[in-house]
């Protein structure tokens, strides 16, 4: 049985960026995956391009039961960190918006750089590998890791659990990170789909097939969080970052409000067309004063019948209900597009159970979890990578 200071089980974002971090330090690593390739989810992020990390990665940018956890991983690496070491290897990269970095290339120029640290220090990386069973086992009074696999044995004093979140399964997702915490008493809470599109019903669903393909920059809230970005209608309901971004604080029957014209005041504006005596059409006069942002079909759509009335026939009751469609639209989505298309999990091995310092279990000394398979998810933007940069070199300062 060979054996290991530390074994990684999983070649994510976490993981490879644990492996690189433990083998600088001269601990002999060893990275397993059950996929054919390490890194899947890195290369098919921020639409081939990898938003890597984000300028402004705060705290307050990632949901958990314990919002404190992430503080102390996220100082010690920071974005900063990350960008010295893409900027060693002399990758091109560019701020798209709102301080979200991405490669000027390709996804794979941020793979191949934590390939490279791997190599560089020696860290094995064993695909095709699926994990029979994990053993604890005390010899002498030391413990070790025993894992029968279908490559064969293997032994470890550091066990990591870089297993991700069970969005995308044909990408590689799997509950195991989840059934290794508990399997060793670690509780686990309950895990919803996050950053994923809504999808709606009836006559509402109706008007997104008609609308689908068009953006429109919204402010979207509810009780707990509210964002300013764009919407995209889709054949099946609502998606863009905007939507992404609240259904990470949605929860099933529950409604968000939806503002579509966010820099104006619809009411006012109805209103002081009406005393104006205005004579145009609404959908005319809407589209001369935001012809960018409300494409064409939009307000015929969405205010249907509204939006051939003129100002100056209005009633106050049709002035409050067109701003109120327009502003304060409250949706009510049927439910979300689920694992299939969604970007992260909510929820997993709750914090409470892990050292914030190593991430090592504190009921299970040399067990590890980093990443995603934590109770930890960022907000859109290239918070769930600099998570998992932050988490796995963290550990891999302890493995
Ligand atoms: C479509 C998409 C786009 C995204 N874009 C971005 C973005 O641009 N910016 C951003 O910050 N975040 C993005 N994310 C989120 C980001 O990819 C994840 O948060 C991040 O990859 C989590 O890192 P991780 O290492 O914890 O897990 P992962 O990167 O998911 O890695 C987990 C690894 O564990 C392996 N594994 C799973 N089960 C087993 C098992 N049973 N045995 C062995 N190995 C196993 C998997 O094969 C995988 O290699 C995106 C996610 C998706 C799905």
Redesign the pocket.
Known sequence: MKHYNCII????????MCAASAAARGRSTLV????NK?????L????G?????NYFVEPQNYISANPHFCKSALSRFTQWDFIALVDKHGLAYHEKSQGQL?CDNKASDILNILLSECEQHGAVIQTH???HSIDKQSIDKHEHFELKTSQGQFSCDSLVV????L??PT????P??YQIAEQFGLQVSDKRAA?VPFTLSNRWLDICKQLAGVSVDVVVENQRQSFKEALLFTHRGLSGPAILQISSYWQEGESVKINFMPDTDVQNLLKSWRSEGQTAELKNLFKRLDKHSLAKNFLNLWLQGWANLKPADLSDQQINDISERLQSWSCKPSGTEGWR????TLGGVLTDELSSKTFEAKKQPGLYF????IDVT?W?????????WAS?WCAGQYV
């Open positions: 089980i999983g070649g994510g974002a976490a993981g490879l397993v995956d059950h996929s390490v890194g899947k989810k890195i098919m992020s921020g639409g391009r990898c938003n890597f990390t991405f590998c699926d994990i870089a297993t991700g979140g969005s995308i990408m590689g997702a799997s195991k990170g950053l298309t969604a970007e992260v980093i990443g995603e398979v960022g859109l933007g290239g918070f769930n990578f600099q998570w998992a796995g």
